[in-house]
């Protein structure tokens, strides 16, 4: 039976209350001598247990192998030159030659701006395999899980 802090008494319910700056267990005739700090208890749901083992799908993006070709005939169709491309998507001119050469891959943020003023592909996407993961917070978590996921990689 839980006793109060402050008179000793033993009491089938305590309450916490700050008394003098300090938090104490206290009795129901003793918490008028301080402020009772209201705690207010989760409601109890049924938990469903979640599956130990994670698996994500990641989506990786690329610039696919022919993009100088492609950015190139692009460009030609709408009669234009290297430089009006250049400053109609805010880039520098030898940007632009070089990536119709091949000589310089361009970045995703580059390669979608040429994609939608050319109105042309050149982004592909990938989704690499499921990756299992084990989610190391679950208590419910075994050395077998352990054990399958090593064996299945």
């Known amino acids: 039976m839980p006793t109060c802090d402050m008179c000793g008494r033993e009491s089938e319910k305590v309450i916490d209350a700050i008394v003098e700056g300090t938090m104490l267990n206290v009795c129901e005739p003793c918490s008028k001598f301080g402020r009772v700090i209201a705690i207010k208890k989760p409601d109890i749901e049924k938990i469903e247990p979640q599956p130990r083992v994670k698996t994500t799908i990641e989506i990786i993006e690329s610039i ?45 943020k580059l390669a979608r701006k040429l994609e939608q003023f050319l109105r042309i592909n050149i982004i592909e996407k990938e989704t690499e395999a499921a990756k299992k993961t084990l989610d190391f917070q679950d208590k419910n978590l075994t050395i077998g899980d352990l054990i399958n996921v090593k064996k299945s990689k």
């Open 64 to 108: 696919i192998d022919d993009y100088s070709e492609k950015v190139k005939n692009a460009r030609e169709k709408l009669n234009m030159k290297q430089i009006d491309l250049a400053r109609q998507i805010a880039e520098k001119e030898s940007t632009i030659h070089s990536i119709e050469i091949g000589k310089l891959k361009p970045t995703l």
